[in-house]
């Protein structure tokens, strides 16, 4: 105890250089702790990106494929499902909701999504939380919109703005329903997920918007106004994909089988937990490589730290020697170099958590409203505990270098002056 309380008088009597050390090992401790719950919370955060919907129905292709273009919309169907194969689908005794979706169309480079009033009310994100608007109200007529956070940010869309929806997902499209522009009745509080970045209208606008349409062109000679082809048959022929909740969790797989074996066209059913994992899983170098520059981070301070407290022991030989001809042992200096090193660990680590909840709880509602994704302010987790308990380790471990040195110096070294 009086070496160790001798090592803290020590880096009290050096305290601007230990401070910066401090900090420096502070800083880095607060950069791992906060890449590691940034990593927990993101995944998390994509786990969620759809949750409540216990299957996703689409043309037979793959899963990720599957998944890619009806949540991220990323990439393109395969082939579409036919209206009636849907109402088969849906009127099936274990279907408790379904939600239609009809992709192909964008505007400015968001996507557009042809859906129907019910998927505001059933799609969730997040650990179940539903969509929410920030202003208007769903869609109810033919040519009403309701915008993603994103879009209506980029392109600073208010209620009552028309927008023009291009053919194709591209940003440079051919051909645009100029014709027959849709008007924005509602804007949706930011998610973090896809929808943020999707431009929603009804299935019956997709339709009146390719009712003079055909192979993906406008047929020549035929123009109809869109309040005529309003008043038509908008019944969907086809949609790209559907979302099924099911009344039970039980029924999940008998009802995956029955749409894998359907008989009237090729199609399939995924399970979005499984989906999601699988590709994330295909993200995981990105996942590992930022652990590890977190970790190298730790590693430059420690190194910082051990170099601070090799270039002192240089101007700290007399002191050395005075402490062994007052009765110090040789291990009694290690354990003081050894001391103040691991307090310099230790309180850099405590000093470290405190920074990094300070950060969180001031910009935890900033990044929650602009990207939409949740960090937790919790007591750190065990594999947090266990980061913390193997950097003290390391401190302990690149202490010895310094102490080493300095449990060789003798005392008649302490004592030469050297020219």
């Known amino acids: 105890m009086p070496i160790l309380n001798l090592a803290f008088k020590s880096l009290w009597n050096r305290r601007f250089t230990a401070s910066l050390t401090l900090l420096s090992i502070a800083l880095s401790v607060a950069l791992l702790l906060g890449v590691e719950r940034l990593r927990t919370e993101s995944r998390a955060s994509f786990a969620n990106t759809i949750s409540g919907t216990d299957l996703i129905v689409g043309a037979r292709s793959g899963a990720i494929q599957l998944l890619l ?24 005794p274990n279907v408790k909701w379904s939600v239609p979706i009809a992709l192909g169309d964008s505007h400015q480079g968001f996507r557009v999504m042809g859906t129907t009033p019910d998927y505001f ?63 924005v009745v509602g804007i949706l509080q930011r998610t973090g997920t896809p929808v943020d970045r999707t431009v929603h209208v009804g299935l019956a606008g997709i339709e009146a918007i390719h009712i003079d349409w055909q192979g993906g062109s406008p047929m020549p000679g035929m123009s109809i106004t869109a309040k005529k082809a309003a008043q038509l048959d908008l019944t969907p022929k086809s949609i790209t994909a559907a979302l099924l909740g099911l009344n039970s969790r039980i029924s999940t797989f008998k009802v995956q089988h029955y749409i894998n074996n359907y008989r009237q066209e090729p199609l399939l059913a995924i399970l979005p937990g499984v989906a999601l994992q699988e590709l994330w899983d295909m993200m995981g170098v990105a996942e590992k490589a930022l652990l590890a520059i977190s970790i190298f981070v730790v590693l430059v301070g420690l190194t910082g730290m051990v170099t601070v ?38 309180f850099g680590a405590i000093l ?26 919790d007591w750190p987790s065990a594999y947090e505990f266990t980061l913390l308990g193997l950097l003290l380790a390391a401190g302990t471990l690149v202490s010895f270098i310094p102490g080493f040195r300095a449990y060789r110096y003798s005392l008649a070294d302490g004592m030469t002056i050297r020219i």
């Open 69 to 92: 273009y009806s949540v991220f919309r990323i990439g393109n169907a395969t082939n579409n499902i036919s209206w009636q194969s849907y109402q088969s689908i849906r009127q099936h």
């Open 121 to 183: 009310r059933h799609y969730r994100f997040a650990r179940d939380h539903q969509l929410r608007f920030t202003d208007g109200q769903p869609f109810a007529g033919v040519y009403e919109a309701v915008l993603g956070a994103e879009v209506a940010d980029q392109l600073k869309y208010k209620l009552g703005q028309e927008i023009v929806i291009a053919h194709g997902a591209g940003r440079v499209n051919l051909f645009k329903h100029d014709n027959k522009p849709f008007t």
């Open 309 to 346: 407290i090799l270039t002192s022991l240089n101007e700290r030989r007399r002191e050395m020697a005075i402490l062994r001809s007052v009765g110090a042992r040789p291990g009694h200096i290690l354990v003081l170099i050894m001391g103040e090193a691991i307090s310099l660990t230790l």
């Open 352 to 377: 470290g958590v405190i920074l990094l909840y300070a950060l969180l709880i001031g910009t935890q509602p900033l990044i929650e409203s602009r990207f939409g994704l949740f960090i937790s302010i």
